[in-house]
């Protein structure tokens, strides 16, 4: 079991940034895959970026590639989304996701429904 909780999500202005974080609880923790995911009003949940155990293995949605970093420290069981650039579109509720299926190290899950344990959320605002 995993428990996820977010924070860091705020309002900024364009070409600003910022950095969330979630902290997870579980022993599975350092074997699970962690992603985020976002899902802005009226759009369906989208996926942002993901990485695997160990933090070498990164995958990113081609919208926040060059932008965004996904980042982990399983010392202290939390991933990290630093965010720069910010744009108004990717204001947006930020989800934390945990995957604890032990795909091969050179697949990245991308689908929200290969993610089994989910944050509340924490609103991400970008002004223009």
């Known amino acids: 079991q995993v428990q996820l909780v977010e924070s860091g999500g705020g309002l900024v202005q364009s070409g600003g940034s910022l950095r969330l974080s979630c902290a997870a609880s579980g022993r599975t923790f350092s074997m699970s895959t962690m992603g985020w995911f976002r899902q802005a009003p009226g759009k369906e949940r989208e996926f942002v970026a993901t990485?695997?155990?160990?933090?070498?293995?990164?995958y990113y949605a081609d919208s926040v590639k060059g932008r965004f970093t996904i980042s982990r420290d399983d010392a202290k069981n939390t991933v990290y989304l630093q965010m720069n650039s910010l744009k108004p579109e990717d204001t947006a509720v930020y989800y934390c996701a945990a995957c604890i299926t032990p795909y091969s190290r050179t697949y990245y899950p991308r689908s929200e429904y290969e993610y089994g344990y989910w944050g509340q959320g924490t609103q991400v605002t970008v002004s223009s």
């Open positions: 990485i695997r155990w160990g933090g070498a293995n990164t």
